[in-house]
């Protein structure tokens, strides 16, 4: 009987910390669970040179790579310098036309260059940047996640996620997302697990659904 523990490593989403999976639970005895953190991207680094950096942190082998809506984007850049056992994402996109009709207006305008991403940049505009301008029980909730505060990050991931150029999904990517999402609607989003009631923030209120949707992915043929 093999009792080795399966690794299973986390990247958060825009602007949060370690402490957004706080309410994600994956038996102890069987998983391994690692939490990448933002680092702060080198001055012009590209995404993939970004990707590359983080799945050098990525030391075991066979690992399961879960990234959550930035973090989901990142975590398929990072597929491509890695062997994975599974590779899934949450509240994220697969491609940039799975990305809201908003942001890619926010693209072709160049907008995400004059939003405040300095120390100016309250936390409740944070928060409606990470995760949409509506819902105030959500927002609440949100706000005591996003710890990473940096302009330089805030810039570069801000630019890195409105100007994805991904055309093409990853292979045997498994994606987890919410029917309620309103960051990255549900009607653009193709090929995915649906929660039912899961908006963009439910690895944090529905942590417990989450999990287990994430076991079931990981224990699949």
């Not at 999976?21 to 702060?40: A, G, K, M, Q, T």
């Not at 690992?63 to 056992?85: H, K, N």
């Not at 908003?102 to 936390?123: F, I």
Request: with cysteine; hydrophobic share 40%; aromatic share 8%.
């Amino acid at each position: 009987m093999n009792t080795e523990k399966i690794p299973v490593y986390f990247v958060p989403g825009l602007a949060a910390g370690k402490e957004i999976f706080r309410n994600i639970r994956l038996p102890e005895d069987r998983y391994e669970v690692h939490i990448l953190e933002w680092s702060i991207p080198k001055k012009n680094e590209t995404l993939s040179q970004y990707a590359q950096r983080m799945a050098s942190r990525v030391v075991l082998p066979n690992a399961v790579l879960v990234g959550v809506s930035f973090g989901g984007v990142m975590v398929q850049e990072m597929s491509q310098f890695l062997t994975l056992r599974k590779l899934v994402i949450v509240s994220s996109v697969k491609t940039k036309d799975e990305l809201p009709l908003r942001l890619k207006w926010v693209r072709k305008t160049g907008a995400y260059k004059l939003l405040p991403t300095g120390w100016a940049l309250s936390v409740k505009d944070l928060t409606k940047l990470a995760i949409g301008p509506r819902s105030k029980k959500r927002l609440t909730l949100y706000q005591e996640y996003l710890s990473v505060r940096d302009k330089e990050y805030l810039d570069w991931a801000i630019r890195q996620m409105v100007c994805w150029e991904r055309k093409e999904k990853v292979p045997n990517v498994y994606h987890i997302h919410g029917d309620i999402d309103i960051v990255f609607p549900i009607k653009n989003i193709a090929n995915c697990t649906v929660l039912q009631g899961g908006s963009h923030v439910m690895i944090i209120n529905k942590g417990s659904k989450v999990s287990k949707l994430l076991e079931n992915i990981i224990e699949s043929d």
